[in-house]
RNA sequence: UGGGACGUCGCCAAGCGGUAAGGCCCGGGGUUUUGAUCCCCGUAUGCGCAGGUUCGAAUCCUGCCGUCCCAGCCA
């Protein structure tokens, strides 16, 4: 972790390790893990769950391994694999050698299946999926028993064995713990440990099996084969943890992880479940899982987020175990905080308005050194063209306005940051009345110098009509227009709420020629309009595309919007 | 009386019986060639509600109220 970034004192989790630690329970060994299921792509709630249990395991100079929790094939692809390997990277975090998949353990876990129907705590069910749910119970009601909830040892392990060996079809039968049908947690009802699953190619074992283990069982196995001391996960695994102990009871596992639980992340305007943001992908809401817009670890990456202002966030935010809804403001503060301190000012005209400057010496260029940053030299400088051709933004001119509007107005000066001062003497009109240019003179004293016996309030931006270079630009607003698409008061469906303008693009904008040069990813503050860096997916021969990750904060908006009000 | 969990400022979140941290947002002022940044200042007599224990309670006890999660052969 750098200096600059925040630390937050501790939460309940890493009290609870400072506990252990303390009576020796692992012998001081601090073991984490960060088990995704290969079935879509990490977003910024599993950015929290990384940076918790890598950051733990780096604290407490432990470990952190890497497992794909891959029991469900049918869901679960090799380019998430490697999405996710790219991802936990770009976030700053390596798991070493410590890459793990839960199929690595099929072999173990079918052994430990066989252990279990030996004592008489498994057994295999004929039950269909439906009858299974009515034999289950309700909330308030106990279950029933399974009418081959007695079936003797010798036959659960013949079925068992020819499960295996492909005998039956999918749904046909199912491997059952023997728990409690009465229990109050219907996790404990007789839960499934093995399904079948004929004919699905699994991206690690290949055809190897059919038949499955569920998460509940292969989960506590896989943490106890690895000597994880704490298995963190989400609050909604808690009504799990009696399972998860019973399986770690009931077996011959090395050892006994502690599961602990907290919230999960709830972002504002956006959706945070796997199901529905492949819903966006593949109904072509969204451009794909990379798209800037939404929550996923690539999209942010895309849109200009650096990885120290995400994990900058995950550490403001916190860790409990109470419900929360983060405002975005939080996030955008955080990539603010970085991209201030750190990135290169440029400048940029998103609605050029041409500026003729009347009294600008006839073929006279200037080559104007600027700091690349206000407060940091170290960033040193850049050189940029000035002309008697401009472009300043559409925004940035009002015939007429109130005193409270410091940019230019007819008559009136202002800065042209970087350079001169320049006064509009005229502006000029096409037929339909619309505004095409302006006609202004400059005041040469006045580069690098306050301007004689007055003030000029306003500063603002330029570039010049010969060298500037046209670029495509990308505005991106919030991807929903509710704050809480997905906990709809009503029966909308929450792609309903999607907004219609979280994407607005630009082509025929201006920037600086410096610009010319900027890589795939390279990020800049334009000045006095936000952050934007240029897009990974950069095409061949067309022009620049910037992407905006976040606006500047913006006071004057506020006072806009009040005058209005 | 199904079970589990959670309720501290608009949003996060510390606090663990000694008299309410911090961040984001917001409001006011200052500096500024970005209406940015930066710098000051301000913002919970109160911790879901009601009782109780105590010299002292957000912290302990009791009872209510509210919110979230659970009936996949998903994770």
Not at 91 to 120: C, H, P, Q, T
Not at 209 to 220: G, I
Not at 286 to 301: C, F, H, K, S, Y
Request: glycine share 6%.
């Amino acid at each position: 972790m750098n200096e600059g970034e925040a630390t937050v004192a501790g939460n309940f989790i890493r009290q609870i390790i400072d506990g252990d630690n303390a009576t020796g329970k692992h012998r001081g060994r601090v073991v984490t893990r960060f088990p995704p299921e290969p079935n879509g792509y990490l977003h910024i709630g599993h950015a929290k769950s990384i940076c918790l249990n890598f950051g733990i395991a780096v604290d407490y100079k432990g470990t952190c391994n890497l497992r794909f929790d891959d029991t469900n094939p049918h869901k679960e692809n090799v380019e998430y694999i490697e999405s996710i390997k790219q991802d936990i990277h770009w976030l700053g975090y390596d798991w070493g050698d410590r890459l793990y998949y839960a199929s690595n353990y099929f072999d173990r876990l079918y052994e430990i299946a066989v252990e279990l129907i030996k004592a008489g705590k498994a057994y295999v069910c004929d039950l269909t999926a439906d009858e299974t749910r009515e034999f289950r119970g309700t909330l308030t009601e106990a279950g029933k028993p399974s009418p081959y909830r007695e079936r003797p040892v010798d036959e659960n392990l013949e079925l068992l064995q020819r499960m295996r060996a492909g005998e039956f079809e999918d749904g046909a039968r199912v491997l059952r713990a023997k728990i409690d049908m009465a229990s109050p947690n219907m996790n404990m009802r007789d839960p499934t440990l093995y399904r079948i699953r004929q004919g699905v190619i699994h991206h690690q074992t290949g055809e190897s099996w059919c038949m499955y283990p569920m998460y509940d069982f292969t989960h506590p196995v896989s943490d106890a084969l690895e000597g994880i001391t704490h298995s963190i996960c989400t609050l909604e695994f808690a009504d799990h943890r009696p399972l998860y102990d019973w399986i770690l009871e009931n077996t011959s596992v090395p050892c006994h992880p502690q599961q602990i639980e907290f919230s999960r992340l709830n972002l504002e305007y956006t959706v945070m479940s796997k199901r529905k943001l492949t819903t966006l992908v593949d109904d072509g809401h969204v451009e794909g899982w990379d798209d800037p817009r939404m929550p996923t670890i690539a999209g942010l990456r895309r849109r200009g987020f650096t990885p120290e202002s995400i994990r900058d966030f995950c550490t403001r935010i916190g860790i409990s175990k109470s419900e929360n809804t983060v405002q975005m403001g939080m996030l955008e503060s955080c990539i603010r905080e970085d991209l201030n301190a750190n990135s290169q000012r440029r400048m940029a005209v998103l609605h050029p308005l041409k500026v003729v400057l009347t009294d600008y010496p006839k073929g006279q260029e200037q080559q104007l050194e600027v700091a690349n940053h206000p407060q940091d030299e170290s960033l040193g400088t850049r050189t940029v063209p000035f002309t008697g051709e401009l472009y300043i933004d559409r925004q940035d001119f009002l015939e007429t306005a109130s005193k409270k509007f410091k940019r230019l107005v007819t008559g009136g000066e202002v800065r042209l940051r970087n350079a001169y001062v320049i006064r509009c003497d005229e502006v000029i009109k096409d037929a339909a009345g619309e505004i095409v240019e302006l006609h202004c003179s400059y005041d040469p004293a006045t580069l690098g110098a306050n301007p004689e016996g007055r003030k000029v309030k306003g500063v603002i931006h330029w570039v010049s009509a010969k060298y500037g270079i046209e670029a495509e630009i990308r505005l991106y607003d919030r991807l929903f227009s509710q704050p809480a698409p997905d906990t709809s008061r009503d029966e909308k469906d929450f792609r309903e709420y999607l907004n219609p303008d979280s994407l607005r693009t630009l082509t025929q904008s201006i920037v600086e020629p410096s610009l010319a040069d900027a890589h795939p990813g390279e990020r800049f503050q334009f000045e006095r309009e936000g952050y934007f860096c240029v897009d990974l997916h950069q095409p061949e021969g067309s022009p620049m595309i910037f992407n905006r990750t976040v606006t500047l904060r913006d006071s004057w908006a506020k006072i806009e919007a009040q005058q209005k009000a």
